[in-house]
């Protein structure tokens, strides 16, 4: 009877230990991948990510390149995720053209694969894309820009500083998205660099980090010492111009600076006036939504028209212009990231 009673024990405690290792691998793994890791507006998207994960009871695996611009770091990213079992991931693609023989890979193995913020090119080699109208969010601040200068705007001398020199669509779409809203023609709709509007002055490549903004920004002046327009791909660019602008005595308020992200950084740059006016974006809700997704397998309504859904884009500056809508810094703070 004892010998019975302890294999009795024994194989309640097997199938105890199998249960409880049933259950640790019984969640479903999603994926995140960003371009960074440091990035105020990638940590608020992983944050959002997290959070949705512990909602949903999936365990996340997030990663990032070691730069914006690692492809490579990307790719190998997804194939860990393609050997983990995943079912599925969200990505912030840093070559959109040079990552799609990768996604389709994940796709062909089952994962879905949800593209945030910049969309692939093609936008269909993902399973779905969810993103801010970057054309949307450019032509906020390039409106905001044509209708603070008013007259002076014809004779404006714009410099550019724009993300990497491949041209990932949220580059070229925010870089366009602002010259449409100035009123110039962008010539070719998926690039930028063709144009021949005068008031162009410069595109330089500040890869979306301050001290690379301030560089570019130095190199802008030997090229545009009139300069008094700056388009910024991202806030932390934004700062890196101001910064070289200073050094030169051009922090006077005669050099407009626009951006786009909203940050809690960029916002508080808006009220002090180093940023004229941003376009926010709500880098949280894309990946909550995308996490929700792939746990659910079930996507949202998406307007066939745009092709993505539209996470929604708003301009932020303390200096309203009759015709943009727009909110102040106190209602962008309320909203803003990082």
């Not at 796709?107 to 913020?117: F, H, K, N, P, S």
């Not at 092709?307 to 943009?324: E, N, Q, R, W, Y």
């Not at 106190?330 to 990231?337: E, I, Q, S």
Request: aromatic share 6%; charged share 25%; glycine share 10%.
């Amino acid at each position: 009877m004892r010998r019975l009673s302890v294999l009795k024990a024994a194989i309640a405690g097997f199938a105890l230990c199998t249960a409880m290792a049933s259950s640790a691998y019984s969640a479903d793994i999603v994926g995140l991948i960003t371009k960074t890791e440091t990035n105020p507006f990638f940590v608020k998207m992983r944050e959002g990510a997290q959070a949705k994960a512990k909602e949903l009871n999936v365990e996340l695996i997030t990663a990032a390149g070691k730069f914006d611009g690692d492809n490579d770091g990307q790719v190998a990213a997804i194939e860990n995720l393609i050997s983990a079992g995943a079912k599925g991931f969200a990505i912030v693609p840093s070559d959109s053209k040079a990552i799609v023989p990768t996604i389709q890979k994940a796709r062909d193995a089952g994962l879905m694969v949800i593209v945030l913020d910049t969309p692939l090119d093609p936008m269909d080699a993902a399973t779905a894309t969810f993103a801010t109208d970057n054309r949307k969010a450019g032509q906020l601040i390039g409106e905001w820009a044509k209708g603070t200068l008013g007259d002076k705007a014809k004779d404006a001398s714009i410099v550019f500083l724009d993300l990497a020199t491949n041209q990932p669509t949220v580059d070229y779409l925010r870089d366009q998205g602002f010259m449409a809203g100035f009123g110039i023609d962008v010539k070719d709709p998926n690039k930028y660099g063709d144009e021949d509007d005068a008031r162009i002055c410069t595109h330089e490549i500040s890869q979306g980090d301050q001290e690379k903004g301030r560089t570019a920004m130095e190199n802008a002046l030997t090229k545009c010492p009139n300069v008094n327009v700056v388009y910024t791909i991202n806030e932390p660019a934004a700062a890196g111009a101001y910064e070289a602008l200073k050094a030169v005595g051009k922090d006077d308020g005669s050099v407009l600076i626009v951006s786009v992200d909203g940050g809690c950084p960029g916002v508080a740059n808006v009220k002090s006036g180093v940023i004229g006016a941003t376009s926010q974006q709500y880098p949280l809700k894309m990946a909550a939504m995308a996490l929700e997704a792939i746990v659910s397998g079930k996507l949202p309504e998406i307007d066939p028209a745009m092709g993505f859904l539209d996470t929604g884009a708003t301009l932020v500056t303390d200096k309203p212009v009759d015709g943009v809508d727009s909110i102040d810094t106190t209602k962008g703070a309320d909203l803003c990231w990082g």
